[in-house]
C-alpha cells in the first residue's frame, strides 16, 4: 500500500498513526499463563501495522479478539487498522487503480467496522479520550459530520485539552463537509453538470447491459449512486495520451444487485453523451465537471427534410438486416440478445438518437465509437452507421 500515489483527496485523520501495546504491569499475576497468545498476535498485529501491513494486522488483532473477547486494546487497535485501510482506499488515486485494480472490501465498510470496534470501546472506557478519538474518525470517513461532531465535543468534556480532538474539530470537519455536501447535491439533483466517471470503455447512446462491480472504489460510488439520481459517467482511457478521453457517455442503473460480499451486479442503460471540461479525484475515483453535448441542428427545413428521409430509408434497411439476422439464428441467447437490441430502436422522428442506435448493430472498435461521441453531424454518423453495418455479415454481431 505505501508505494502508490495519493489522490488529491485532503482528509488527514488524527490519532490513529500508531497502536497500544500491552503493559505488563497494568494485566496482573498469571496474565502471561492464561493469555500469551493473545500477546503474540497482538504484538504481531502491532510489528504489521507500523510496517502499513494492515491487512495482517487485522487478520492478528481478530485471532486475539476471538480468544480474548472485549479486551480494549484489541478493539482499538483493529478499530485503527480498519481505518488506516480505509483511509488508504480514500486517498488511492483513481489513476493507481486504473491500472491496478484492487478487490475486497470498500472503504465505507471498512468505516462501518471501525466504528462498531470503537462503540464497543467506548461501551467499556467512557472516560478514555481514545475511544472518542476512534468513533469520531470513523464516523468522519462514514460522512456523519453532525455525529462526530457530538463525539468529539462529548469527548473535549473527557479531556478538554486533547490535542487532538481539538485538531479534529478545527482542521477536518469543515472542510469535509463542505465538500461532501457539495458532491451530494450534485448526485440527488438530476441534470447538475457534475457526475463520477466509471473508467472501463466507450459507450454510446442507447446501448444496455450488465456490469459487475467489484472494485472497493466503485462499490463506494455506486451505494452513493443509488442514493441519488441512478446515473453516471463511462469514459475509457484515451491510449493516444494517456488520459481519459474528452467524451464520454451518461448511463443509468436499471437494476442493482447488491451480493452478500459487497460487490454489486448492474443492468445499464445509456443515456447522454457529453464533453469532460475537468475531473478531479474523489475518495478513490473520478468526479467530472461536463459539458452536454447535442448535434448541430439542420440549417433550414430542407436539410431537416433530407436527414429525416436518410433516417427513416436507414430505418427501414435496419429493420430489414435485424429480420434477416433472426431468420438465420439458432441459438438461443444471441437471439435474445438481437430481440433486446430491437427493442431498444428509437423512433426514427428523433433522427440523432436514432443515428447512436444504428451503430450499436455492429462492433466497432473502441476508437470509432469515441468518435461517433464527437462528430456533431447526425446525417454523418448515420452514414457511417450503415457503412459499418454493411461490413457486417448477418448475424456476426450484434453488440
Known amino acids: ?80 487498522a480498519y481505518m488506516r485501510i480505509s483511509l488508504f482506499l480514500k486517498h488511492r488515486s483513481p489513476t493507481a487503480s486504473e491500472y491496478r485494480p484492487l478487490s475486497g472490501l470498500d472503504m465505507t465498510t471498512l468505516a462501518e467496522l471501525a466504528l462498531k470496534d470503537a462503540e464497543k470501546l467506548m461501551s467499556l472506557q467512557n472516560d478514555a479520550v481514545r475511544s472518542y478519538i476512534l468513533k469520531a474518525n470513523a464516523l468522519i470517513l462514514l460522512e456523519r459530520y453532525e455525529m462526530a461532531r457530538d463525539i468529539i465535543l462529548s469527548g473535549l468534556q473527557v479531556d478538554p485539552s486533547s490535542v487532538t480532538l481539538n485538531n479534529i474539530i478545527q482542521r477536518i470537519f469543515p472542510q469535509e463537509y463542505a465538500e461532501r455536501r457539495s458532491e451530494q447535491d450534485s448526485l440527488i439533483n438530476f441534470g447538475n453538470d457534475l457526475i463520477p466517471l466509471f473508467v472501463m470503455d466507450v459507450v454510446i447512446p442507447c446501448q444496455k447491459f450488465p456490469l459487475h462491480i467489484f472494485e472497493p472504489r466503485y462499490r463506494l460510488m455506486v451505494r452513493r449512486i443509488m442514493e441519488g439520481n441512478h446515473r453516471m459517467g463511462m469514459v475509457i482511457r484515451d491510449p493516444a495520451t494517456d488520459a481519459i478521453a474528452d467524451f464520454a457517455c451518461e448511463v443509468e442503473i436499471t437494476e442493482c444487485e447488491p451480493l452478500p460480499d459487497g460487490r ?123 457503412i459499418y453495418l454493411g461490413a457486417e455479415s448477418p448475424g456476426c454481431r450484434v453488440q
Open 1 to 80: 500500500m505505501s508505494g502508490e500515489t495519493a489522490s488529491s483527496s485532503g482528509i488527514i485523520l488524527e490519532g490513529i498513526d500508531d497502536v497500544e501495546d500491552y503493559v505488563w504491569a497494568n494485566e496482573g499475576v498469571g496474565f502471561w499463563d492464561r493469555y500469551r497468545h493473545v500477546y503474540d498476535h497482538v504484538e504481531n498485529g502491532n510489528q504489521a501495522f507500523r510496517e502499513n501491513r494492515f491487512e495482517e494486522a487485522i487478520n492478528n488483532y481478530t485471532r486475539a479478539s476471538n480468544m480474548k473477547p472485549g479486551d480494549p486494546i484489541i478493539l482499538g487497535n483493529r478499530s485503527a
Open 264 to 386: 454489486f451486479v448492474l443492468e445499464i442503460e445509456s443515456r447522454r453523451r457529453f464533453r469532460i471540461l475537468r475531473s478531479r479525484d474523489q475518495d478513490g475515483y473520478r468526479m467530472a465537471e461536463v459539458e452536454w453535448v447535442q448535434d448541430i441542428p439542420p440549417r433550414d427545413a430542407t436539410d431537416r427534410e433530407d436527414l429525416q428521409e436518410l433516417t427513416n430509408n436507414a430505418a427501414a434497411h435496419a429493420r430489414s438486416w435485424l429480420s434477416t439476422v433472426k431468420a438465420s439464428t439458432r441459438d438461443r441467447r444471441k437471439l435474445e440478445a438481437i430481440y433486446n437490441v430491437e427493442a431498444m430502436m428509437p423512433n426514427p422522428q428523433d433522427p440523432e438518437r436514432f443515428s447512436f442506435w444504428l451503430a450499436t448493430l455492429s462492433n466497432r472498435r473502441p476508437s470509432e465509437r469515441l468518435e461517433l461521441l464527437r462528430i456533431r453531424d447526425t446525417a454523418e454518423r448515420i452514414r457511417r452507421g450503415l
